[in-house]
């Protein structure tokens, strides 16, 4: 909040110069979209559902995939503000900018919906990608302009001490008249979720500025190398059970 107050104070935005009226307005915002946000997340929780049954009849009856995420899929009011902050902070042109221009800021958040879905292997949550973009769009209704990011196996996203494991994209979700909004859905192994959600506090410091010792950062990110590479004995163990089942 405190970063948000000193770019406030450079940047028109519409009067909207504390966290208060921030809040106010953005509210309005997220009531436009939170019906469309909300049916993503039921169309993609259906969608796990018959494909976690289908699976059970024809293979193993045992655990694919689950949806996790919070009741309300879009970002709060904070999370936006704090969002903007750092953005806004980083764009030198921004020297004014319209209640247009906010709103344009807002709806482009590629996160401002998101939810995960957490799968037990990683072969599952290969099959699943496929099964999301059987189509070549994400459940057959929304386009995925920038497509998935890998952050398991892609060099570049694995650079510096960062141990956030999964494949992600952001889709586009219309709304009002031809408007669209960001929702990003990440996909996740049972081990890259459990590092996540307990990094999720180092994360939110360093994210806001914050500084860890290049110790912590070490051990941190061998604890995520550590956990990727039992899941990859985990599915070389799983495929090894298949083998000899079918002996």
Known sequence: MGDFDKIASEFFLNGLTKFDSFDEWVLLRIEQIQPRAI???YKLGSKLESEHEKRCQEEYHRDY???FGDADPVKSSQ???SKLARDIGSDKSATRLSETQMEDRVFGLSDLGRCRVICTFNKDADDLLEIL???GRFLNDYECP???KDFIFSPERRD???GHRAR???VKVPFDSGRYFGFEIQIMTM????WDRRNHPMYEWTREGGELSAELQVNDFACAETLHLVDRQADHNWMRFKEETKK
């Not at 081990?191 to 459990?194: I, P, V």
């Open 65 to 67: 995939w689950e949806l």
């Open 146 to 148: 920038k497509g998935i």
């Open 160 to 162: 510096g001490l960062k």
């Open 79 to 81: 999370s936006i503000w």
């Open 133 to 135: 973009f059987e189509m």
């Open 39 to 41: 049916d993503l997340v």
């Open 191 to 194: 081990l890259q979720h459990a």
């Open 168 to 170: 992600q994209f952001s």
